[in-house]
Each structure stands twice: as structure tokens, then as C-alpha cells.
């Protein structure tokens, strides 16, 4: 830790790295500024009621989570940056599946700048229809009590929210360290840290939980987060023998080089497709609820109470953690998306291809289509272990409070924790390539 700690200081000690490093700072300080700046309309008791109901266990607490509170606070950013992501991966999936978007990607920097342009375009569309699902279910759950007027003018500044943060991603990531979305995505998940720290001194305070549930979750929490680094860093090494080539009076060639294939190549985007899956039955359920339901369904002859506690059931055995059920599904879905994404982000063909053309072989495997045979096989195998490991730590965000004891400490397990521990690992190393570039070890040198 000393050593780490003297690194961290070298990096500090050169100016144009304390200078990014600051500027990253205060992009930070603008975005908790900012998430703080409350809308209009909003009936803030009936919304804590909301999110501490069935609501904010599920895809709302994920949403708020993401946008670091914003979204239980109602404010500017409420919708955050996740407009943004959804887009990008609609964008990443249509590269992949129209050839002209291929072939545009592949131009280079006018190409992909042409495809981030259409993305902000398909973001402003995705904000615009994410904010009036939001207010309208809020207005729905007697949360939000303002006039039409005032919802289009909510609905224009959560649209302009989620394009600031956008604008704030693309500074952090010109004149920063680090990628800028997923470090806003990093600074939303960790402000909620000091509140759930509070809260859990609290109950410790008054008695409700002891030291032992306190290191037990510890103990948990830092396993988690082994697991997750060396997940996150593993990869397997495939030797690749590139023959010799003669071209004049030169030789090229000869060496042999690895290619590295990593056990978790779809990052935290499986999960995410799977909460959106998995929460559809249970939110189709929670707005069932309401009284406007449950009256057109007792015209037909049948009992209130009855059709309240139908729908009361339905919603339990939809939410993964009150029904095992539910939790099978989900966990299910991350190990299909895990494949999906993978195959999908991942061109075993195209890699053969290249390697034939760069007179590139793996010893033992003929070049060609026994070359993507072995890499499909191979890949095959590890996103098995990455897709396993991504399904335990996204239902683990369930059962973690009730096996602790401690449910106010909302980072251990899911999603959350995932993204904190990739960024963190990736800003790392990014830190570490500036110091290198000065002939400094780095945080992650042996």
C-alpha cells in the first residue's frame, strides 16, 4: 500500500497529470452541484414512499442508482447519463447487423464521428421518451402532481440534463484521465456511499445490528471485490507464430506474439439487458396496482380484496429476492446476454482472417476456418466462467442484506459494484500509461 501511495504521488508530481487529475475533480463537483438542482411538480413524501416500496427495489432503484440519487431527488439529471448508453448499444448492435453502418465505421475518424453524431441524435429521442414514461408513472403513483405544462417543462430539463452530461463526458475524456461517461456513471454510484455509510452507523448506533453483521458484510464486500479484479483482469493467452517474410534485403517476421482473449469480454452490459428483461413482468405488475386497474378488473364481478392480493403476489413473485423463481430467471438472462453480447462484439472469422493475412498462425491449427473453430471453442469455454460470475454478482445484490443483516449498504453486490471496481481498474491503468510514458513504474508494475 506504502508503494502505491508513493506512486500515487508521482503521478500528482507531474503537472500535466495533477492537472488532468484536478480538472476530473471539479468536473465531478460540477456534476454533485448539479444533481442537486430540484424540478417542479413533485410530491417529494409520495416519492420516498415509492422508492421505499416496490419501486425502488427494482429497475427505478437501478435507474436511481445510476444517476446517483437524481432520480429519487427529482432533480436536472434525474434521467442521468444512461439515455446516452442505451443508445450507444443500439448503435453498437445496428453496426453489427447493417452492413452499411459496418462499412461506414470502418473509415475511420469521419465514420465514427458520423455514428457518435446519429448517437447524441438517437440520445435526445431516448431522453425525451424515457422522461415522459418516468413522469407520466410517477404521476400514475400520485408522485408527481404537476400540470401538463409543467411535465413538458420537467420532460425539456431532464432531456437537457442528460446532454450535459454528455458534454461533461466528452470534456473528462479530452482533457481528463479516464473514459468520461463511465467515470460519471463512477461519481453517481459512489455519492450514494456516504449516505448508506450514515445510514448503516445508524442502525448500529440504535442497537438494530451488531459488529459482527458490520465485518460479515466487510468480509463479503471485499471478496466481491477480489473476485470482480480478477475476473475483470483475466484473460487467456493464445500463442500466435507469425511466419518470416523477405521483402528487399530485409527479413520480417518470424516472432511469435499472444493473442489475449478476456474471461469477461461483454463488461456489465449483459446485466443490464437482463434487469430491463427480468423487471418488464414485475413493472407491468406494479402498475397494475393502480386503483384505475383494480376498478376496471372489479367490474367483472370480482372481490377487491381478492384482485389486490392477486396483483400483491404477482408483483413478489416477479421481484428477484422475494421469489427464487424471478432470481433464476435473471440470472439466466445475464448468462444468455453474456453470450449474446459476446458473439455479438466478438468476430472470431474476422480474427482468423487477419491473422492468415498477416502470415499469422496458431501452432497446431491450420489457418483459416479450423483457426475460428479453435477461437470459437475457446471463447466458448471462458465466457462460460465470465457469464457464471456476472450471474452470481448480479443476484447477490438480493440476498447480500439478508444474509448480513444490513440492507442500507446498497454498493455491495449487482451492478453497481461492478462498474465501480472496471472504472476504478481502468482509470488505473490509464495513470499507469502516463507515468510509463515517463519511464515511472506504474500502480499495476510487479
Same mark, same amino acid.
Given at each position: 500500500m506504502k508503494e502505491r501511495l508513493a506512486r500515487l504521488g508521482q503521478a500528482l508530481k507531474l503537472p500535466d497529470v495533477r492537472k488532468r487529475i484536478i480538472f476530473v475533480m471539479v468536473m465531478f463537483a460540477i456534476y454533485v452541484a448539479c444533481a442537486h438542482v430540484p424540478l417542479p411538480g413533485i410530491d417529494k413524501e409520495q416519492m420516498e414512499r415509492l422508492f421505499r416500496g416496490s419501486f425502488g427495489g427494482g429497475l427505478g432503484g437501478l435507474l436511481d442508482a445510476f444517476a446517483g440519487g437524481s432520480l429519487r431527488r427529482f432533480s436536472i439529471l434525474a434521467m442521468g447519463i444512461m439515455p446516452y448508453i442505451n443508445a450507444s448499444i443500439i448503435f453498437q448492435l445496428l453496426v453489427m447487423a447493417i452492413p452499411s453502418l459496418e462499412q461506414l465505421q470502418r473509415e475511420g475518424e469521419w465514420g465514427q464521428r458520423k455514428i457518435r453524431q446519429w448517437t447524441k441524435y438517437l440520445t435526445v429521442g431516448l431522453a425525451a421518451l424515457q422522461g415522459?414514461?418516468?413522469?407520466?408513472?410517477?404521476?400514475?403513483?400520485?408522485?408527481?402532481?404537476?400540470?401538463?405544462?409543467?411535465?413538458?417543462?420537467?420532460?425539456?430539463?431532464?432531456?437537457?440534463?442528460?446532454?450535459?452530461?454528455?458534454?461533461?463526458?466528452?470534456?473528462?475524456?479530452?482533457?481528463?484521465?479516464?473514459?468520461?461517461?463511465?467515470?460519471?456513471?463512477?461519481v453517481g454510484i459512489m455519492t450514494r456511499l456516504p449516505t448508506d455509510l450514515a445510514q448503516t452507523i445508524t442502525l448500529w448506533l440504535g442497537g438494530e445490528i451488531g459488529i459482527g453483521n458490520i465485518l460479515f458484510l466487510l468480509a463479503i464486500f471485499g471478496a466481491t471485490i477480489y473476485g470482480i479484479v480478477k475476473?475483470?483482469?483475466?484473460?487467456?493467452?493464445?500463442?500466435?507464430?507469425?511466419?518470416?517474410?523477405? #521483402?528487399? *534485403?530485409? !527479413?520480417?517476421?518470424?516472432?511469435?506474439?499472444?493473442?489475449?482473449?478476456?474471461?469477461?469480454?461483454? +463488461?456489465? %452490459?449483459?446485466?443490464?439487458?437482463?434487469?430491463?428483461?427480468?423487471?418488464?413482468?414485475?413493472?407491468?405488475?406494479?402498475?397494475?396496482?393502480?386503483?384505475?386497474?383494480?376498478?376496471?378488473?372489479t367490474r367483472l364481478g370480482i372481490g377487491e380484496d381478492s384482485v389486490r392480493n392477486a396483483i400483491s403476489t404477482l408483483v413478489e413473485f416477479t421481484n428477484p429476492g422475494s421469489s427464487y423463481f424471478a432470481s433464476l430467471l435473471y440470472f439466466v438472462l445475464v448468462i444468455i446476454f453474456t453470450y449474446f453480447y459476446t458473439a455479438v462484439t466478438f468476430n472470431p472469422e474476422e480474427?482468423?482472417?487477419?491473422?492468415?493475412?498477416?502470415?499469422?498462425?496458431?501452432?497446431?491449427?491450420?489457418?483459416?476456418?479450423?483457426?475460428?473453430?479453435?477461437?470459437?471453442?475457446?471463447?466458448? #469455454?471462458? *465466457?462460460? !466462467?465470465?457469464?457464471?460470475?456476472?450471474?452470481?454478482?448480479?443476484?447477490?445484490?438480493?440476498?447480500? +442484506?439478508? %444474509?448480513?443483516?444490513?440492507?442500507?449498504?446498497?454498493?455491495?453486490?449487482?451492478?453497481?459494484?461492478?462498474i465501480v471496481v472496471g472504472v476504478a481498474l481502468d482509470t488505473m491503468q490509464q495513470i499507469e500509461a502516463q507515468l510509463l510514458m515517463r519511464h515511472y513504474r506504474g500502480f499495476l508494475s510487479a
Amino acid at each position: 500500500m506504502k508503494e502505491r501511495l508513493a506512486r500515487l504521488g508521482q503521478a500528482l508530481k507531474l503537472p500535466d497529470v495533477r492537472k488532468r487529475i484536478i480538472f476530473v475533480m471539479v468536473m465531478f463537483a460540477i456534476y454533485v452541484a448539479c444533481a442537486h438542482v430540484p424540478l417542479p411538480g413533485i410530491d417529494k413524501e409520495q416519492m420516498e414512499r415509492l422508492f421505499r416500496g416496490s419501486f425502488g427495489g427494482g429497475l427505478g432503484g437501478l435507474l436511481d442508482a445510476f444517476a446517483g440519487g437524481s432520480l429519487r431527488r427529482f432533480s436536472i439529471l434525474a434521467m442521468g447519463i444512461m439515455p446516452y448508453i442505451n443508445a450507444s448499444i443500439i448503435f453498437q448492435l445496428l453496426v453489427m447487423a447493417i452492413p452499411s453502418l459496418e462499412q461506414l465505421q470502418r473509415e475511420g475518424e469521419w465514420g465514427q464521428r458520423k455514428i457518435r453524431q446519429w448517437t447524441k441524435y438517437l440520445t435526445v429521442g431516448l431522453a425525451a421518451l424515457q422522461g415522459f414514461g418516468m413522469t407520466g408513472m410517477f404521476r400514475q403513483a400520485e408522485a408527481f402532481i404537476g400540470s401538463n405544462s409543467v411535465m413538458m417543462f420537467d420532460v425539456v430539463m431532464m432531456v437537457a440534463g442528460t446532454m450535459f452530461l454528455m458534454y461533461l463526458g466528452d470534456l473528462i475524456t479530452e482533457k481528463g484521465i479516464g473514459q468520461g461517461v463511465s467515470l460519471i456513471i463512477f461519481v453517481g454510484i459512489m455519492t450514494r456511499l456516504p449516505t448508506d455509510l450514515a445510514q448503516t452507523i445508524t442502525l448500529w448506533l440504535g442497537g438494530e445490528i451488531g459488529i459482527g453483521n458490520i465485518l460479515f458484510l466487510l468480509a463479503i464486500f471485499g471478496a466481491t471485490i477480489y473476485g470482480i479484479v480478477k475476473v475483470q483482469q483475466a484473460q487467456r493467452k493464445i500463442r500466435v507464430q507469425y511466419a518470416k517474410r523477405v #521483402r528487399g *534485403t530485409r !527479413v520480417y517476421g518470424g516472432q511469435s506474439s499472444f493473442l489475449p482473449l478476456r474471461v469477461n469480454q461483454a +463488461g456489465v %452490459i449483459p446485466i443490464i439487458f437482463a434487469i430491463a428483461v427480468a423487471m418488464f413482468p414485475r413493472t407491468i405488475a406494479i402498475y397494475l396496482q393502480s386503483d384505475t386497474v383494480v376498478g376496471t378488473i372489479t367490474r367483472l364481478g370480482i372481490g377487491e380484496d381478492s384482485v389486490r392480493n392477486a396483483i400483491s403476489t404477482l408483483v413478489e413473485f416477479t421481484n428477484p429476492g422475494s421469489s427464487y423463481f424471478a432470481s433464476l430467471l435473471y440470472f439466466v438472462l445475464v448468462i444468455i446476454f453474456t453470450y449474446f453480447y459476446t458473439a455479438v462484439t466478438f468476430n472470431p472469422e474476422e480474427i482468423a482472417e487477419n491473422l492468415q493475412k498477416n502470415g499469422g498462425a496458431i501452432p497446431g491449427i491450420r489457418p483459416g476456418e479450423q483457426t475460428r473453430n479453435y477461437l470459437d471453442k475457446i471463447l466458448y #469455454r471462458i *465466457t462460460l !466462467v465470465g457469464a457464471l460470475f456476472l450471474g452470481t454478482v448480479a443476484v447477490m445484490q438480493y440476498y447480500v +442484506g439478508d %444474509i448480513t443483516g444490513v440492507t442500507t449498504f446498497t454498493l455491495v453486490g449487482g451492478t453497481s459494484l461492478l462498474i465501480v471496481v472496471g472504472v476504478a481498474l481502468d482509470t488505473m491503468q490509464q495513470i499507469e500509461a502516463q507515468l510509463l510514458m515517463r519511464h515511472y513504474r506504474g500502480f499495476l508494475s510487479a
